[in-house]
């Protein structure tokens, strides 16, 4: 075959000329669509509800934060009030039935005495006197968040009857109500801390992460330095240069920031960690040859690349700031009365004879405990969710 032969033959056409229908190509299904075109947001927020943990542990957490709006109105009594005929009272009952036949929700009356052998308050139910418990009624005053007064409770016993599901404590004043009170303080104190402390790690470890050299070498060995103290010890120095002439709002501030000062330098490190390996990617290249500046690209180009990472560390953090709190006010260098927090509450309970008598004066602890629990698994489920891809 001669070479003129060869490159007048024409290569054969492989692309069909046929009309393009589209029900010929295999669709993708609803389930796959959605998936595609779903946001990042969104593919987060669905490997977040799959974690059954730690959806529930944020519903707990969202109704815990929201009961402390409406502290006044939920808890049975006011903070301070005092019944000096029930000091050390147990927790007591509530009951349905009276002899088979149904009441409703009620308590039996109390009769106490006083045993001279070990000097406790023994109290027996006097099941002849009867004590509706009501909802939505009157009872004792309050001021609503210092602004209004008002006097509406979500429920209350029939005058002339106690209602102590949780017990008393030596000056008579229920354990509920203060647990109820108490997580206003404890809870914000975490949330305003862990404020503070993210601005602080964003903002040095931003820096550190971004230059680099000189400026994160210095950084880095202020953090290790910090790091270095025992927790413990150090918030207890530094919570004892507060003045006792402070007032108790001075007093829950100064808290607040010790507890911010000294819980940055995790978050620092993370993000300085994340913006070392950011900031060699193009984009950011192509946005400094732009002329943007470090300020512009560290807020607008590199933090929202693991935002969703910082939310989870965050979020881990918190029972930290709690329990820092909590271990303060417990050894009697935190929040100080008339300020009533979880911590301030489990201080009556360092004497050991006098838990040993009324154990229920510990029972602060528990909501503590299920608040730390929660946050943890929360913050579990938010750093699966933060790499939806995984």
Known sequence: MS?????????EHYVSEAPF??????ALSPEQERYYMASQWQLMWWKFIRHRLALISGGFLLLMYGSILISEFLAPYNLHTRNINAIFAPPQSVHFFHEGEFKGPF?????????LTNLRREYTENTSKIYKINFFCRGDEYDFWGVTKGNLHLFCVE?????????TDR????????IMYGARISLTIGLIGIAMSFVLGMVIGGIAGYYGGII??????????????????????LSAVLPVTWSPLLIYFGITVILAMLDWTGLARAVRSKLLALREEDYCLA???????????????LMPGFMSHLIASATLSIPTMILGETALSFLGLGLRPPITSWGVLLNEAQNISVVALYPWL????VPVVLVILAFSFLGDGLRDAADPYK
């Open 3 to 11: 070479a003129d032969s060869g490159n007048d033959r024409q290569l």
């Open 21 to 26: 229908d589209p029900r010929s190509v295999e």
């Open 107 to 115: 308590v039996y009356g109390t009769h106490y005495k006083l045993n």
């Open 159 to 167: 005058e002339g009857g106690t209602l102590f599901l949780l017990g």
């Open 171 to 178: 000056l008579g004043r229920d354990i509920l109500s203060r």
């Open 216 to 237: 994160d070498l210095v950084v880095q060995r202020m953090i290790e330095i910090l790091q270095s103290f025992p927790q413990i010890p150090l918030w207890m120095a």
């Open 287 to 301: 946005a400094q040859l732009m002329g943007a500046k470090p300020k512009r690209i560290i807020g607008r180009h």
């Open 362 to 365: 510990i029972l602060p602890v």
